[in-house]
């Protein structure tokens, strides 16, 4: 037979791959890795627990709630809920 030209192979060989196996690299949603300082990940680490921490509080905080069946009402005290009771007339 004749050679084949080195770029008809390759594709040939690719598809051949892509009949046997399924595995393909996912695609690259996000940049490339990068490096960074050592204080620049403590500081990156912190930030991320500290987020984590609230996150597990406000979720302990509304499981509780759900548990004891607590109904949290919005609180206005500069709203138009406050003032209903007071009705100002002048007495005149």
Do not use: C, W
């Not at 991320?48 to 607590?70: D, G, S, T, V």
């Amino acid at each position: 037979g004749s050679p084949v030209p080195p770029e008809e192979r390759r594709l040939r060989d690719k598809k051949h791959l892509d009949d046997v196996t399924a595995a393909r690299l996912p695609p690259l949603h996000h940049s490339p890795a990068k490096l960074l300082s050592i204080e620049e990940s403590v500081a990156i680490q912190i930030q991320q627990k500290e987020a984590y921490e609230e996150m597990q509080a406000k979720l302990a905080a509304q499981k509780l709630a759900e548990r004891l069946n607590i109904k949290m009402l919005r609180f206005e005290p500069e709203g138009e809920a406050s003032m209903q009771y007071r009705e100002v007339r002048d007495e005149d």
